[in-house]
């Protein structure tokens, strides 16, 4: 079992930054690929960052140049620095991890990310 928990969300004007942070717990030795996802209303949920246990870092377009993804030593948390964030970046940020055993993947509760026009 894997637990995640995101934290960093919040209320943000055009032009700002935060950065969100997705803390891992529990069979964390399990996890190949930690990412970041977002889900804006009425959409679908869409990739934002990855991250894997080597280090291979893979981000989605519309964020390329401005979010930076990230982890500390431990590999027990990733971070997502957002710079430059624009209205269009409003959504529920998720963390995904995914391992080596079965359920194969796990998400967290998600975390609000606003931004003002």
């Known amino acids: 079992q894997v637990q995640l928990v995101e934290s960093g969300g919040g209320l943000v004007q055009a032009g700002g930054s935060l950065r969100l942070s997705c803390a891992a717990s529990g069979s964390v030795f399990s996890i190949t690929v930690t990412g970041w996802y977002r889900q804006a209303p009425g959409k679908q949920r869409e990739l934002v960052a990855t991250?894997?246990?080597?280090?291979?870092?893979n981000y989605a377009d519309p964020v390329k140049g401005r979010f930076t993804i990230s982890r500390d030593n431990a590999k027990t948390r990733v971070f997502l620095q957002m710079n430059s964030l624009k209205p269009e970046d409003t959504a529920v940020y998720y963390c995904k991890a995914e391992t080596i055993r079965r359920p194969y993947e796990y998400w967290g509760q998600g975390t609000q990310v606003t931004v003002s026009s």
């Open positions: 991250i894997s246990s080597g280090g291979i870092i």
